[in-house]
């Protein structure tokens, strides 16, 4: 019965991951943006993939300071964000290992989000493809993970309808960080208590 769920999840997202980026590449995907806490949509996310850590025995760590300012964004655009790396990250990082998310303002104003792992890598010459639809990484330390090769380019979609740059530093054999920047024009000032 748990394989038939799990079976049943994955298809969903699939079919999820493919119209949402259907729909961003013929330019029908609007941003439906609210000013939102990012630590809050940290904790959910965490909350979502906590389960798949456990059983691959990782460490999940949450970085995130509680003070951030809110952004404007669509929260359910920065929870598939979250995620999608969350899942690639853990996808990709074997037994032992860890994930962190964090995030901080960045000098200049705008604000970065990073999610960093200690699994595979990805060799330099590969990071291009990694962000193409459907791009499958072939080496001997990818080929045992099955996936569509739909989530960092997502991801990427996501973040350019919020105006956010991806940025990926990646070593085979060292681990990846996947850094999302969102521009200071998204960044809000926190209202003052009082």
Partial sequence: MIDIHESGRHLLSLIND?????????????????????????????RIIRQ????????????????LPPIS???RAIRQILINLLSNAIKFTP???KVTVSANRVPGGDLSLSVADTGI???????????????????????????TGLGLPLVKSL????????????EVGKGTTVTIVFPKDRVLARAKAG
Avoid at 52 to 67: M, Q
């Fill in 52 to 67: 798949r850590a456990i059983d691959k025995n990782l460490t999940l760590i949450d970085e995130v300071p509680r003070d």
């Fill in 159 to 170: 973040a350019e309808l919020h105006g956010a740059e991806v940025k990926m530093e990646t």
């Fill in 73 to 75: 964004a669509e929260s």
């Fill in 121 to 147: 890598g990805i060799a330099p010459e590969d990071v291009p493809r990694a962000f193409a639809p459907f791009e499958q990484i072939d080496s001997d330390l990818s080929r045992e993970f099955e996936g």
């Fill in 18 to 46: 493919t119209l949402d980026l259907s729909k961003y590449e013929i330019g029908h995907r609007e941003l439906q943006a609210h000013p939102m806490e990012l630590a809050g949509a940290v904790e959910a996310s965490i």
């Fill in 95 to 97: 037994a032992g290992g």
